[in-house]
T-cell receptor, first 112, second 114 residues
Framework: GQQVMQIPQYQHVQEGEDFTTYCNSSTTLSNIQWYKQRPGGHPVFLIQLVKSGEVKKQKRLTFQFGEAKKNSSLHITATQTTDVGTYFCAGTSMDSNYQLIWGAGTKLIIKP | DGGITQSPKYLFRKEGQNVTLSCEQNLNHDAMYWYRQDPGQGLRLIYYSQIVNDFQKGDIAEGYSVSREKKESFPLTVTSAQKNPTAFYLC?????????????FGPGTRLTVL
C-alpha cells in the first residue's frame, strides 16, 4: 500500500543548531501536511503544501514540497527549546482515498 | 484541541474485555477520525466518518468498532478480538469545507491491557 517514509527517526541538536526532517512518498501526493506533537501531547497542524515546488515559511520554519510532489522537508533554523517534539508529515492522494497517510515522525531532541 | 474531548485520559483493561473510548466535539465538523499511535510510529487510521450514520474502515480496523449516531460523537470500541490493544488512541476532526482540510486532535486516551 501507499507509504510515506520519514527520516531521520531522531535528531539530537545543540540549541541554536539547525534541524531538518525529510519525507518521501511511494506515490504522487495531492498535498502534504505537517504536524508537531509535543511530548505527552497530541499532534497540532502546522501547515499544508499543495503546489509542486512550493516553499512556505513560518518564522524559523521552512517547508518545501518537491517538484514531483513525492517528497517534502521541514527545516528549522536555530533551534530553541520550544521546538522540542516530534514532527510528522502526512500526505493524501487518490490512492489513499484522500485520507492522510502519516510518516513515522522525527523526534527533535535538544542536547543539554 | 479545546473543542474535542476524549475520555478517559488513561484506561486499564483486562484481557478479554471490551472497552469504549469516548470522543466528543463541539467544532461542528462533519469528519471524525480514530487513530492509533504506537511508540516510534506514525498515526495509523482505524476508522473514519465523513457524515452522521456513515463510517469507513481505515488501515487497521480489525478488532475495533465505531458508531456515528450524532455529529458530535464518535465512540470507539476496542473489542477482545484486538490482539494488541495497548496504545495511545487519538480522535480527530476536520472541516470538509476548510481550504486546508487540517485535522484537529483531542488529547488522546492511553489504553493499557493488563
Amino acid at each position: 500500500g501507499q507509504q510515506v517514509m520519514q527520516i531521520p527517526q531522531y535528531q539530537h541538536v545543540q540549541e541554536g543548531e539547525d534541524f531538518t526532517t525529510y519525507c518521501n512518498s511511494s506515490t504522487t501526493l495531492s498535498n502534504i501536511q505537517w504536524y508537531k506533537q509535543r511530548p505527552g501531547g497530541h499532534p497540532v497542524f502546522l501547515i499544508q503544501l499543495v503546489k509542486s515546488g512550493e516553499v512556505k515559511k513560518q518564522k524559523r520554519l521552512t517547508f518545501q514540497f518537491g517538484e514531483a510532489k513525492k517528497n517534502s522537508s521541514l527545516h528549522i533554523t536555530a533551534t530553541q527549546t520550544t521546538d522540542v517534539g516530534t514532527y510528522f508529515c502526512a500526505g493524501t492522494s487518490m490512492d489513499s482515498n484522500y485520507q492522510l497517510i502519516w510518516g513515522a515522525g522525527t523526534k527533535l531532541i535538544i542536547k543539554p | 484541541d479545546g473543542g474535542i474531548t476524549q475520555s478517559p485520559k488513561y484506561l486499564f483493561r483486562k484481557e478479554g474485555q471490551n472497552v469504549t473510548l469516548s470522543c466528543e466535539q463541539n467544532l461542528n465538523h462533519d469528519a471524525m477520525y480514530w487513530y492509533r499511535q504506537d511508540p516510534g510510529q506514525g498515526l495509523r487510521l482505524i476508522y473514519y466518518s465523513q457524515i452522521v450514520n456513515d463510517f469507513q474502515k481505515g488501515d487497521i480496523a480489525e478488532g475495533y468498532s465505531v458508531s456515528r449516531e450524532k455529529k458530535e460523537s464518535f465512540p470507539l470500541t476496542v473489542t477482545s478480538a484486538q490482539k494488541n490493544p495497548t496504545a495511545f488512541y487519538l480522535c480527530a476532526t476536520a472541516d470538509r469545507d476548510s481550504a486546508y482540510n487540517e485535522q484537529f486532535f483531542g488529547p488522546g486516551t492511553r489504553l493499557t491491557v493488563l
